[in-house]
């Protein structure tokens, strides 16, 4: 375990939790001390490794090297290295470097490595890794500094990603829409606890920040188009939007922004009934006002108002994802899928550690669905 620089304690998990945490954890294992410390939800969120399900749409194999930014506990890393070569975790609190650290003593993990350290300055050579991981991390990125403004210090860890990465290699980022059509319901921005913030301008945001919570305005989220120029500025040319439901988070579908009408069309008729009785009321709201303007022109607007955004970016090639895999292999060859308007994917479901693959046809008809079991390596 390596220590390069550490910041200031902050997160969810208050600071005393985390010392009782990884000290229990030392003394009756990780898994009894977490039962015992934390709550709920949060366990789920620490144990659930569903939450790294995406992989499948990275390229990610067994030869890849990857690092997961902002890693706080580890489930993503432990997840991740189950598919690939070696996982490096980059999280700047000690603290939760720590439980990292315990855990894979304990499970006497060897291909991840957990390094304390500031992702504005990453200890690494150019182009080292196959894929950077930066799951409900950018938006929080103003924590690492006080000295330059959200949106630079954003900027600046997404060029330290593009310089630590391959040619062709890939960043997956997973975050909330500035525009989620929930926002103007007036439900509160999840990092502030504040309504209709994400939908103010960015100096109105920061005045009304600092007269509720004392200080300056920084998780910033951004649009569709804002994360696409935000990206672009930062050396990643060619870029994939999916949205994930119910959220990036802890996702049961994904369906790709490109071809999300008739996915979300699949998705409503055959599965609409069975889901909406288990959702939020944010989500039961959505579902009925999604069900009626879906075969309206109002649907291509979908994509603009999604709750969440999974993205995949790269300076070079796009990566191969399972969808293409099973395409390719099974259905037909990458060009027909791509350029023809053969198979195309069109939705993607996972639960209980299998992963379900939607196809569609030349005629826009689901067809082939594939069952793929959740093993350790995606295809190569």
């Excluded at 939020?280 to 309206?296: G, P, V």
């Excluded at 350029?339 to 030349?362: A, C, E, I, T, V």
Aim: charged fraction near 20%; proline fraction near 4%.
């Amino acid at each position: 375990m390596a220590i390069e620089k550490q910041t200031k304690y902050w997160g969810k998990i208050t600071l005393d939790e985390m010392h009782h945490l990884n000290n229990l954890s030392e003394e009756i294992g990780w898994k009894n001390a977490v039962s015992q410390v934390l709550d709920k939800d949060t366990q789920e969120v620490l144990l659930n490794e569903q939450r790294a399900d995406w992989k499948y749409l990275t390229g990610v194999n067994s030869e890849s090297k990857v690092l997961d930014v902002g890693c706080g506990l580890g489930a993503i890393a432990f997840s991740l290295a189950k598919a690939s070569k070696i996982v490096y975790t980059l999280e700047p609190v000690w603290e939760r470097t720590r439980f990292v650290n315990i855990r894979i003593q304990q499970e006497n993990i060897q291909n991840i490595k957990p390094i304390c350290a500031n992702a504005l300055h990453m200890p690494f050579p150019d182009s080292f890794f196959d894929l950077v991981v930066l799951n409900g991390v950018l938006e929080w990125v103003e924590y690492l500094t006080d000295d330059i403004k959200p949106n630079r210090a954003q900027e600046q860890v997404l060029k330290e990603i593009s310089r630590v990465i391959k040619p062709n290699g890939t960043v997956y980022i997973g975050i909330e829409n500035r525009f989620a059509f929930f926002y103007f319901l007036g439900t509160k921005d999840p990092h502030t606890g504040l309504p209709f913030i994400n939908l103010m301008p960015r100096y109105m945001a920061n005045l009304y920040h600092r007269a509720v919570k004392n200080r300056r305005y920084s998780t910033y989220l951004y649009s569709y188009s804002g994360y696409k120029n935000l990206l672009y500025k930062s050396g990643f040319k060619k870029m994939i939007f999916y949205t994930p439901l119910p959220s990036y988070r802890n996702f049961s579908y994904i369906f790709p922004l490109d071809n999300i009408v008739t996915a979300i069309k699949f998705w409503l008729y055959n599965l609409f009934y069975s889901d909406i009785l288990q959702s939020s009321r944010e989500m039961k709201i959505f579902l009925l006002l999604l069900k009626f303007i879906i075969n309206t022109p109002l649907s291509y607007f979908f994509k603009l108002f999604a709750f969440d955004y999974s993205i995949i970016a790269s300076k070079g090639k796009l990566p191969s994802s399972m969808f293409q895999y099973i395409a390719s292999t099974y259905i037909g060859k990458d060009e027909a899928v791509e350029q023809k308007g053969g198979f195309r994917p069109f939705y993607y479901k996972s639960w209980s550690k299998k992963m379900l693959f939607y196809f569609q046809d030349r005629d826009v008809r689901p067809s082939y669905v594939w069952k793929v079991a959740d093993c350790c390596n995606a295809p190569h």
